[in-house]
DNA sequence: ATCCTTATGCTTGAGTTGAGCATAGGTAAC
DNA sequence: GTTACCTATGCTCAACTCAAGCATAAGGAT
């Protein structure tokens, strides 16, 4: 029966990746000047897990978060220390407000993970092909022969070398191997001389994080969720200005529109927006029935080039 | 820093819902007598979450898991007793070979969820229409008149009714539109003369059963994860035969062997097959190498009708 | 031989997607 | 006020994907 002792305890603690997009830059809530997430202990008045999360990110940002999904559960063993092993359950939360907190609480998701920003004019590609690709190429060589094509193949399908295409999901996936290639400074081999750039966070937060930008980037694509980041009404130009901040990547535009207005996952309100110098664009509010119409619709990445 | 002290400490379980594929079955691996998935404590001596799991289900079924990833984390609130709260980490394990166990250890799915299958000649279609749709048209007709369009729309997107599809992930909503309707024996409010057929598990067993099926579903369209339940060399109608045997649903055969062959999943072993009655098949092997190649490959599910 | 069964190959039409041309309707500079 | 420039919006076209089904192949059973 059910009723069987589980004779060892572990402290939980739930960890949240509370994202939001302010002027075309993501930007995720952190804690003690970004060194690591907010978190706190799953408490017994907690109802569930999710509603622990909800209250004290509402206490933290005094607004409450628009969508919540679990993320993943770590059992991070470096901690499993004198107190214990503790188990670290993540949650990602969406919010379109950035509240009344001092502003550097939320800070650049691609000042984590400079290289995830792809968008032309950005840090990412030239990071890429001058920083990262020859010190791959380094741990590639290093390896013993009978690994080597292994270690390669793995290195192309994550940073688009050798003509692969780049995918923007793959954050984990590229977190990961620079970690095992010991360009991270969390890993424990890393030399300082060797390190790519990007800010760390305490324990295993960079990674929380990272899985988070990767299941964001991937959901964005089959589901609406995008709205929860938008305030009630929007032109799709700043849509799209959103979508392309969280994938790291330009989309066409023409058929960004398509995509969306064919749809239907949205309405015009009637009004107009004119403050980009150019023709006004019509606004637009998230249509929130299709939540409940079909299981996906989402917004699916027209890729330029 | 990281090191704050949590205070309050719980239980936490590894339950593993392990399935394998037998004769065109879709079956998972229970405990006693199928009242529960096979579960146990996290213990200190376990390096990772996956390699205790790993470990246990090694003991019991006596063959490694192919493919093992994690679930969800529950946090049933029901089992938050004097003992304190339990956390319950789930995995999704597959394997091919169902070992030397008892058969009865291995239950079919679809004894838990007769209205999953869905391919013609099983329980599902005449479920649904004959069973599920009037009882949930009485739960609809049951809501306060403003909440009733809601319910209605609900009902009809989970089941595929109003001229809508069946979509075959949609478990999870499945479930829990059938629990909150009261027709499940696990619901609270449930009487023994409302319930649709299908067996129950204790506590919420039978819910993480539906995120596996539910999980697997869905990611056997964009994953090649299918081969971790077939042998080394089978037929390509084989291989239909148990994708369908998961998805609870008909496919179109040549579109299906157009899918596979061309995404080059496969490759052939030069021998043939001829127990059928038919013309022989040929043999095919997995390309190991596409888990390398690339992130996204899977089996689309070709539909029939 | 004839029929039944499963396997395999191929075609066709509908729909989706990537790419880009063309026009609309504003602001700012000259 | 005319020109340049900018973003928004509409539309077309070719390549590709996908659902559906016709046709043929190759075995066993009667």
Same mark, same amino acid.
């Given at each position: 029966m059910m009723g069987r002792v589980t004779r060892?305890?572990?402290?939980?603690?739930?960890?949240?990746?509370v994202t939001a997009v302010v002027a075309g830059r993501p930007v995720v809530l952190t804690a003690e000047g970004g060194q690591h997430l907010p978190f706190g202990p799953l408490r017994t008045e907690h109802h569930s897990m999710q509603a622990g999360l909800q209250t004290w990110v509402e206490q933290q940002t005094g607004h409450r978060l628009g969508y919540v999904e679990q993320l993943y559960t770590f059992a991070d063993p470096d901690r499993a220390s004198a107190a214990g092993r503790v188990v670290s359950i993540s949650y990602l939360g969406l919010t379109n407000a950035v509240g009344d907190r001092p502003s550097d609480a939320w800070r650049d998701w691609y000042a984590f993970f400079p290289w995830e920003d792809q968008r032309v004019g950005s840090a990412g590609p030239g990071l890429v092909t001058e920083v990262i690709e020859p010190r791959l190429g380094a741990w590639v060589e290093a390896a013993p022969p009978a690994e080597r094509e292994a270690r390669r193949l793995r290195a192309d399908v994550c940073f688009g070398l050798g003509g692969r295409g780049w995918s923007p999901e793959l954050v984990l996936q590229r977190y990961e191997l620079l970690y095992e290639a010991a360009l991270i400074p969390e890993a424990p081999s890393a030399t300082p001389d060797r390190l790519v750039p990007g800010e760390r966070m305490a324990g295993d937060h960079r990674r929380i994080l990272s899985t988070g930008l990767a299941r964001l980037r991937a959901k964005i694509q089959y589901h609406?969720?995008?709205?929860?980041?938008?305030?009630?009404?929007?032109?799709?130009?700043?849509?799209?200005?959103?979508?392309? *901040? %969280?994938?790291? +990547? *330009? %989309?066409?535009? +023409?058929?960004?529109r398509r995509l969306v207005t064919q749809q239907d996952l949205v309405e015009p309100t009637g009004e107009t927006h004119a403050e980009t110098g150019g023709r006004p664009a019509r606004m637009y509010r998230f249509r929130r029935a299709v939540l409940d119409e079909r299981q996906v619709a989402g917004t699916k990445l027209p890729r330029t080039r």
């Amino acid at each position: 029966m059910m009723g069987r002792v589980t004779r060892e305890r572990v402290g939980a603690e739930l960890v949240a990746v509370v994202t939001a997009v302010v002027a075309g830059r993501p930007v995720v809530l952190t804690a003690e000047g970004g060194q690591h997430l907010p978190f706190g202990p799953l408490r017994t008045e907690h109802h569930s897990m999710q509603a622990g999360l909800q209250t004290w990110v509402e206490q933290q940002t005094g607004h409450r978060l628009g969508y919540v999904e679990q993320l993943y559960t770590f059992a991070d063993p470096d901690r499993a220390s004198a107190a214990g092993r503790v188990v670290s359950i993540s949650y990602l939360g969406l919010t379109n407000a950035v509240g009344d907190r001092p502003s550097d609480a939320w800070r650049d998701w691609y000042a984590f993970f400079p290289w995830e920003d792809q968008r032309v004019g950005s840090a990412g590609p030239g990071l890429v092909t001058e920083v990262i690709e020859p010190r791959l190429g380094a741990w590639v060589e290093a390896a013993p022969p009978a690994e080597r094509e292994a270690r390669r193949l793995r290195a192309d399908v994550c940073f688009g070398l050798g003509g692969r295409g780049w995918s923007p999901e793959l954050v984990l996936q590229r977190y990961e191997l620079l970690y095992e290639a010991a360009l991270i400074p969390e890993a424990p081999s890393a030399t300082p001389d060797r390190l790519v750039p990007g800010e760390r966070m305490a324990g295993d937060h960079r990674r929380i994080l990272s899985t988070g930008l990767a299941r964001l980037r991937a959901k964005i694509q089959y589901h609406p969720v995008v709205f929860e980041l938008m305030p009630e009404s929007f032109t799709l130009g700043q849509l799209q200005v959103t979508v392309e *901040a %969280l994938a790291g +990547q *330009a %989309l066409h535009k +023409q058929n960004f529109r398509r995509l969306v207005t064919q749809q239907d996952l949205v309405e015009p309100t009637g009004e107009t927006h004119a403050e980009t110098g150019g023709r006004p664009a019509r606004m637009y509010r998230f249509r929130r029935a299709v939540l409940d119409e079909r299981q996906v619709a989402g917004t699916k990445l027209p890729r330029t080039r």
